[in-house]
């Protein structure tokens, strides 16, 4: 009956301790966290592979705030389950933006995902 006591406090310290330790590691090595950002597209520039997006800052105000992302080689654009190029992009599109930001500040954009419309489900 000790041995099973103890046992259980092995395990439950083990799992303790990696219920602290997996959301540090998942931040990355430098303390990096995704943010998800919602809104809709401004403009495409295709020279820059820039994007700029409309958030809503205030919903009591209604004020909106544009925030312009670079794009990588490697950022992924999908639209339900499939590949876009940044191209395929067009103002007043409902997109989501996944981006980590650098110790200096630099946005690195993950993905952009498209809203999928309703209607589009519907059929």
Do not use: H, R
């Not at 009956?1 to 330790?21: E, Q, R, S, Y």
């Not at 395929?88 to 952009?112: H, N, P």
């Amino acid at each position: 009956m000790v041995k099973i006591i103890k046992l259980a406090l092995v395990c439950l310290a083990v799992v303790g301790l990696v219920g602290v330790a997996v959301p540090v590691y998942a931040q990355g090595a430098a303390g990096q966290e995704a943010i998800l950002v919602s809104g809709e597209v401004v403009s495409v520039g295709l020279v820059k592979s820039e994007v700029v997006i409309k958030q809503l800052k205030d919903a009591v105000t209604s004020t909106y705030e544009n925030i312009t992302f670079v794009t990588a080689p490697e950022t992924k654009i999908i639209k339900g389950d499939a590949a876009l190029k940044l191209s395929d992009l067009k103002a007043g599109d409902k997109v989501s933006v996944k981006y980590i930001s650098d110790e200096s500040g630099k946005q690195k954009v993950g993905s952009i995902s498209l809203e999928v419309e309703e209607t589009a489900l519907a059929k």
